[in-house]
Nanobody, 125 residues
Framework: QVQLVESGGGLAQAGGSLRLSCAAA????????MGWFRQAPGKEREFAAA????????YYADSVKGRFTISRDNAKNTVYLQMNSLKPEDTAVYYC??????????????????WGQGTQVTVSS
């Protein structure tokens, strides 16, 4: 069992930065892949970034590549999403997720077993 709590969301101006954190409770955090997904109003949830259990593999959606950076600190049971050069279209509720993914599809939400409650990110133009 893994419990996830996101923090760090808020309001930013276009071109600004925010850093999201996701703190995990549970002994298995370090063995799970971690992902960040987002859902904008009226839209389906979409993949943003993912990192393998040991940080050796990292994946980004094309829409955030070059602007967002995912990282993890297994000693602190925390995964981060550094978001730079924010755009109004990045406005969404951001969710972190954990799943036992060791090969295959990091991009699909169905492969993640645990989800946080989400944190709102709003980017003004």
């Amino acid at each position: 069992q893994v419990q996830l709590v996101e923090s760090g969301g808020g309001l930013a101006q276009a071109g600004g930065s925010l850093r999201l954190s996701c703190a995990a409770a549970g002994r298995t955090f370090s063995t799970y892949a971690m992902g960040w997904f987002r859902q904008a109003p009226g839209k389906e949830r979409e993949f943003a970034a993912a990192i393998s259990w040991n940080g050796g593999n990292i994946y980004y959606a094309d829409s955030v590549k070059g602007r967002f950076t995912i990282s993890r600190d297994n000693a602190k049971n925390t995964v981060y999403l550094q978001m730079n050069s924010l755009k109004p279209e990045d406005t969404a509720v951001y969710y972190c997720a954990a799943g036992p993914i060791y090969s295959g599809n990091y991009y699909s939400g169905i492969n993640y077993d645990y989800w946080g409650q989400g944190t709102q990110v709003t980017v003004s133009s």
